[in-house]
């Protein structure tokens, strides 16, 4: 061959690759068995959604709002058989097995979704919002066809404090939209600490009167130990919870609330100081860290755990609790009367079973009322008892021992998923409590290896990130925090390995041209993977 013929075939080879991948859909997390085909749906001026099968009437509105909302299409929902040409068709397949998973095709003339239930459809619809705001041309979009889509984790979650800054019901909306726009399905809703109880209380009114209000807040590290003197609180009443719940569950997500016991426990205590062994009275937690006032083990304590769990439980409908169960100081326990006496009673031969015992009760409490608890690692310290689900915090190591257990885990190790950790090391980044998870780590974050056994990878429910909301005081500074990371633990959580071997290179491509997505819902995402390098460790 002349060098000039292969000149032309090497420039050939090389448009043709780049072609493939521009064409390849900005898709997050990237779907299974996608094939991208030729030509494009173009949507006519007003498009019909129409469902043959009244249990997707929700889903229909959704698509509809979702279309105007992300790319000023209009759309309108109907309940019909009849297929329209160039429409949106939403249907029922039964041969879909798994509940989570849908095919989605679009030809020239139709587009279609298929599901077996109102949540793989949902799920659908997600991929399709984002195809059609992320397409060059928002009035048309490329033909391809996804088979089988379907997460391999069945717990993907996103959590949010609230104690340390409270959010206003408008943006955890927001937040939920943001989840459910990722398929994210657990909301791990952080509702007390030390710095602020969030959350009404029909039968204990000062948990909010006085728990959710703190005289001022630690400014900058908690080395300097400064601190504003500007009064700061907030809580949502049961009624803001109910809607809350209700719009969480319209996106198929499922809100876990957690009550953090019986340590990050100060802000109950100043409004009952009954709850603790002291009695003394103490004031709304104003700095970082841990505090040392925690929940007695006393008869009182447990009955206000009823009470709270029996208003809890009409509030959130969902499976579990959390019953926090981390960072739990036991001096005061260690100097108590009480507890000494109780320890000799039941036979507990330091303050480790102390706590174990007393998380046992709880969690029996939880189960009277029909939910299941879920806590942080340290539950599980000289515990053979608790039947919890384990959030493993400290690393993968408990959440490994637990699975070999046969407990359920959930993996939410600090190196992989804190996104209050920094994210980059640029000297522009804003004050954050410490740690660097930059997000190529997130995303080759795997929540099941190859060092747990066959056997017990079952017991992986999956993984969530965690938001914590010490340096965090709006909802621009969590957004920018959680995204695009959430991004790459989306990809984690519901990606296949097979689909997902490209890599971190293929994803930054992807999230590069998925920016548009973001824009229009107009989240303030971290921008750290468009400047050279930045990122990288
Ligand atoms: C935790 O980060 N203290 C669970």
Known sequence: ??????????????????????????????????????????????????????????EASYLVSGLLDLANLKAYSCFSKKIKSRSIVLKKDLKIKHTEAYSLTITNNQITIKA???????????????????APNKLSVQCLSIDNDHPQFAWRGMHLDCSRHFFKPEFIKKYIDLMAAYKFNYFHWHLTDDQGWRIEIKKYPKLTQIGAYRAGTMKGHYT???????????????????EIVAYAQNRHIEIVPEIDMPGHARAAIAAYPELSCTGNQVSVGMKWGIEKEVLCPSPFTFQFIDDLFAELTQLFPGTYIHIGGDEVLKDEWNASFFCKELMQKEQLKDAIELQAFFMNKIEKIA??????????????????????????????????????????????????????????????????????TPLEQVYEFNPCPDSIAEPDKKYILGAQGNVWTEYLQTPEMVEYMAVPRLCALSEVLWTSHATKKLGYSDFKIRLIAHQPYLNKKQIHYAKTFLINEADKK
Not at 121 to 133: H, K, N
Not at 224 to 242: K, L, N
Request: charged share 15%.
């Open 1 to 58: 061959m002349s060098i000039k013929r292969f000149y032309w075939l090497f420039l050939l080879v090389i448009v043709f690759a780049n072609v493939g991948s521009a064409q390849k859909p900005a898709l997050i997390p990237y779907p299974n068995n996608l094939v991208t085909k030729a030509g494009s749906f173009d949507f006519l001026t007003l498009t019909a959604v129409s469902y043959s099968n009244i249990e997707f009437k929700n």
């Open 116 to 134: 077996a239930s109102p949540k793989g459809l949902f799920y659908g619809i997600q991929t399709l919002l984002q195809l059609v705001a992320n």
């Open 224 to 242: 300097a130990q400064q601190f504003d003197s500007i009064p700061y609180g907030g809580f949502y009443t049961q009624s803001e919870i109910r």
């Open 367 to 436: 189960n009277k009322y029909h939910k299941k608890a879920i806590g942080w690692d340290e539950i599980m310290e000289k515990n053979s008892q608790t039947n919890a689900t384990i959030m493993s915090w400290r690393g993968m190591e408990a959440g490994i021992e637990a699975a070999k257990n046969k407990h359920a885990v959930i993996m939410t190790p600090i190196d992989f998923c804190y996104f209050d950790h920094y994210q980059s090391k640029n000297a522009t980044e804003p004050l954050a409590i410490g740690g660097f």
